[in-house]
């Protein structure tokens, strides 16, 4: 079950490092700096229809030795979701959300349900190749964008890791008063580009999680028909937990207003 998990993981992250230089580099410079690096989570999108479904992609995820934590629902963006951990481990936790489609306007629904029929893999190769359809075409992504950012991004990435976290908790280099805001600030001073809807920094020690993300690289993809354009890909994000006091450790949930602002990390500009 652990060497099935690090499988899927290492698996996740190869397919995003390859759309998200800049996740590399950021670990690459704390590592430079002589942090050992944790991941906080990793999450996942998907749309609510067979075979690709959150309640399709539970039971493999529950298969590795995870336990869901919570729920979470985002009215405006049409999303719900589910946190997993894995107790007592390092594991990422992982978020898994899905697009209520039935609650998009019509032309979104085809697409959707264009793209899931033509899903043919099952079990953990659902997870780990990440594309299960042809390409849209460039219309239908722009289509797509107009209602959903996120119903556009997943038509052209599919099941892939959105963003990887690292762990501020597990850092040692940036004091442990206010390590993320100083992370942000030694970030942004080499250049990087911040998330900034909300705030830098989303949550706060009420919330028992505090976030911040970067804003997600663009990369170049193939639609139907050949023609080439650059498109936001993945980010990467920060989290910062507290010590829950209803449990004897740091909080291990999400905070949905926090979310919903970094769901935004990877809108078209
Ligand atoms: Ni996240």
């Not at 067979?50 to 992609?57: Q, R």
């Amino acid at each position: 079950m652990e060497h099935e998990r690090e499988h899927l993981l290492q698996t996740l992250w190869s397919h995003y490092a390859d759309i998200t230089p800049s996740a590399p580099r950021i670990h690459t410079w704390l590592q430079n700096r002589g942090e050992s690096l944790k991941n906080d989570h990793i999450a996942l999108r998907t749309f609510d229809l067979s075979p690709i479904a959150l309640a399709d992609l539970e039971p493999l995820i529950l298969g590795l030795g995870y336990q869901m934590t919570g729920e979470y629902s985002f009215e405006v963006k049409k999303l719900r979701a589910r946190s997993y951990s894995v107790p007592g481990s390092d594991a990422p936790r992982i978020f898994l959300s899905e697009l209520r489609t039935a609650q998009m306007p019509e032309s979104v629904q085809a697409v959707a349900r264009d793209l899931a029929a033509q899903v043919d893999a099952r079990g953990l190769d659902l997870l780990t190749s990440p594309m299960h359809w042809t390409p849209v075409t460039r219309e239908t992504y722009e289509g797509l964008r107009e209602v959903s950012e996120y119903a556009a991004w997943l038509s052209v990435f599919g099941l892939r890791a959105n963003h990887f976290t690292v762990a501020v908790n597990a850092l040692q280099s940036f004091g442990q008063t206010k390590p993320l805001a100083v992370l942000c600030d030694a970030l942004q001073a080499q250049g990087v580009v911040l998330n900034t809807s909300g705030g830098v920094i989303k949550g706060s020690k009420a919330d028992l999680l505090e976030q911040a993300s970067t804003l997600a690289d663009q990369t170049e993809v193939i639609f139907a028909g050949g023609e080439r354009g650059l498109v936001p890909s993945c980010y990467i994000e920060f989290a910062w937990r507290h010590q829950d006091p209803n449990t004897d450790g740091l909080f291990d949930g999400f905070v949905t207003a926090s979310a919903d602002r970094i769901f935004e990390s990877t809108d078209a500009r």
